[in-house]
């Protein structure tokens, strides 16, 4: 047995995730292995002052555990702001599966994740996000009691999140603008996902020209032929003649790189974490 006396006696003061905890003021970090599901996941709860950390789970194939891991602090320390400003009596939390949605998803590997949820005891509700679907949380409810967004019951809450952005955009359009109408205006949506594609529907109603982008092909010729909208590149969406850009994918989208691309006067979009910098 080794005695450690003081900090300096180990490497804890360089330990990079202990840093960014610290960064943000974490309170905690779960990170979740199951080799026979190959469920691969981080659960970080942020704050609790309020109440049990509520933030849904994001499935993504990331770069590697590093982007994973800041991605998941960033997040669900949004998600504190965002129960707070709402008067909720919850903290923030968020929780990320690595690995590709399409090809991983599996009843025995979200159950296996909402054991991991079950082991904080309340702590930490979970419910659907990117790559995650009301059904696979039935699958997480197997397990555990601390899960929403389930069929039947609050549901998918998508509709909801693209209604509030697109009645955002219109109140963006009416100071910018003079009214809040939409018909005729360039809007650009940048993922066209669950809250996408809501959002694109509810634009197209309304008489604007669409311009979409994606990374998966065939969900974005789907939305593209059933709403009229035009399809562009994943780098040409930044630099087209658009009044309005809407990011709906993941965050960061707004960097130095992409700000001096950008011709439009309105950013109003559905995606977390939108600014790169802090």
Avoid at 122 to 147: F, Q, R, W
Avoid at 240 to 258: H, S
Wanted: with cysteine; aromatic share 6%; net charge negative.
């Amino acid at each position: 047995m080794i005695e450690v006396k003081n900090i300096e006696d180990t490497n804890l003061a360089e330990n990079p995730v202990i840093a960014q905890m610290g960064k943000y003021n974490h309170e905690q970090l779960l990170f979740c292995n199951d080799n026979e599901t190959g469920l691969r996941a981080i659960i970080a709860v942020h704050n609790t002052t309020l109440g049990p950390a509520l933030g849904g789970t994001r499935m993504w194939n990331y770069k590697n555990e590093i982007e994973a891991l800041n991605d998941v602090l960033r997040l669900s320390r949004g998600m504190t702001y965002k129960n707070s400003i709402s008067g909720l009596n919850l903290g923030g939390g968020k929780a990320v599966i690595i690995g590709d949605a399409r090809a991983m998803k599996s009843e025995a590997l979200f159950r296996r994740f909402g054991k991991f949820v079950n082991s904080l005891a309340g702590k930490y509700i979970t419910a659907e996000d990117v790559g995650v679907n009301p059904l696979d949380m039935t699958c997480v409810s197997m397990e555990t009691d601390h899960v929403v967004g389930l069929p039947g019951k609050s549901g998918d809450p998508s509709p909801v999140t693209a209604h509030g952005t697109y009645v955002g955009m219109k109140a963006c359009a009416k100071e910018q603008f003079g009214s809040d109408s939409l018909s005729g205006k360039k809007v650009a949506v940048q993922g066209v996902g669950h809250v996408g594609e809501y959002l694109v529907e509810a634009l197209s109603k309304e008489g604007a020209e669409v311009y979409i982008t994606d990374i998966h092909e065939p969900t974005l010729k789907r939305v593209a032929d059933k709403y009229g909208a035009k399809v562009v590149g994943l780098d040409e969406i930044y630099e087209i003649d658009m009044d309005i850009y809407a990011p709906c994918a993941l965050g960061a989208t707004i960097n130095d790189t992409t700000l001096s691309k950008l011709k439009c006067s309105i950013i109003a979009g559905a995606a977390n974490n939108q600014l790169q910098q802090e």
